[in-house]
């Protein structure tokens, strides 16, 4: 089986060695890929020392990289890590286990279930921001997963040549997540331990910035997977706006025969016609979605018989 490691990376000169070596000691046999996402240090060099493939990608963001690496590379067994060297090496056996059994189209290495993201990260929002944010994919897309945000993943070919990346940042967890349990790929978690970065090494996350695209994301592709429930959502919510103000209106009626408050009378009208607007774009958009969902399926066939 061929397998690839990718590391995208933008500014890890101190730590891509580190993760170059351990990874090359734990799978001497696969290839390590690093994507430099236009680092001005001395990233690429470094890691084209310690034998890495080197490769370029000049669009800035994860979710480019990303893009890039899932087009570029072929392999039976794609494992993704940081380069900020969090992730310790030792675990990609069993992140890539699910994937050799063919028990899993994608295996997550777990943070936040044995307590070691909370307890190496002190940053207090970032705690905050991946509790909230597995509580919103969980509910709005029936899923049971722990940990959303985890840049340590491993998938199979069918995953990764099926996978429309869309987003360009550090959405694009999220949006693997999300697109996994909408379109009913096996999902594996594996609990990890996590580190923190060493000293001099920071974080190019942006905490508000990027929790606003990461959430944005969420609703985004909830509107695109599952139309019709958020368009009803809104449909529902101009009809109760409309009934509130139109009811007094329906009262004077009733008992003057004449409506005094015309502007009252119009704006309930347009809430109405609002209401059953969006419940028409719901129901158009939803089967659309399904027409969309059965190429899909017909096109992982495809793919399948190419991996086989």
């Known amino acids: ?37 236009n680092s001005n240090d001395r990233t690429a060099v470094i890691a084209a020392e310690h034998g890495a493939i080197v490769k370029k990608e000049i669009r800035q963001g994860k979710g480019n990289v ?17 380069g900020d060297n969090t992730y310790p090496a030792e675990f990609v056996h069993s992140l890539i286990e699910p ?40 509910k709005l897309f029936h899923g049971k997963v722990n940990d959303i945000m985890t840049g340590y993943r491993s998938f ?27 379109k009913r790929f096996l999902i594996k978690e594996i609990p990890i331990v996590y580190r923190d970065r060493p000293e001099g090494s920071f974080s190019k996350l942006n905490t508000f910035n990027d929790g606003m695209k990461v959430l944005s994301t969420i609703f985004t592709l909830f509107k695109d997977y599952k139309p019709l429930i958020f368009f009803g959502v809104w449909s529902l919510l101009f009809f109760l706006l409309g009934m509130i103000v139109g009811f007094p ?25 609002l209401s ?33």
């Not at 990303?66 to 940081?82: G, H, K, L, P, W």
């Not at 777990?110 to 969980?138: A, C, M, P």
């Open 1 to 37: 089986m061929k397998i690839a490691v990718l590391i995208p990376c933008y500014n890890e000169e101190l730590t891509i060695a580190s993760v170059i070596d351990a990874f090359k000691k734990e799978l001497p046999e696969a290839g390590i890929y690093v994507y430099d996402n």
């Open 66 to 82: 990303v893009r890039s690496m899932f087009m570029d590379i072929d392999a039976d067994c794609y494992v993704m890590v940081d």
């Open 99 to 138: 994937i050799i059994t063919e028990e899993a189209n994608m295996v997550i290495g777990d943070r936040l279930s044995n307590g070691t993201y909370s307890h190496e990260n002190k940053r207090v929002f970032h705690n905050l921001g991946n509790n909230l944010v597995r509580f919103l994919i969980n």
């Open 156 to 182: 199979d070919k069918q995953f990764v040549k099926s996978m429309p990346v869309l987003t360009s940042g550090f959405e694009i967890e999220t949006e693997m997540t999300i697109h996994a349990l909408d």
């Open 249 to 273: 209106v329906l009262l004077e009626f009733a008992e003057y025969r004449f409506v005094y408050k015309v502007p009252s009378a119009v704006l309930a009208v347009g809430l109405v016609v």
């Open 276 to 308: 059953t607007l969006s419940v028409c774009c719901g129901l158009i958009l939803d089967t659309v979605v399904k027409q969309n969902k059965r190429f899909y399926e017909l096109s992982l066939y495809g793919i399948k018989r190419n991996v086989s």
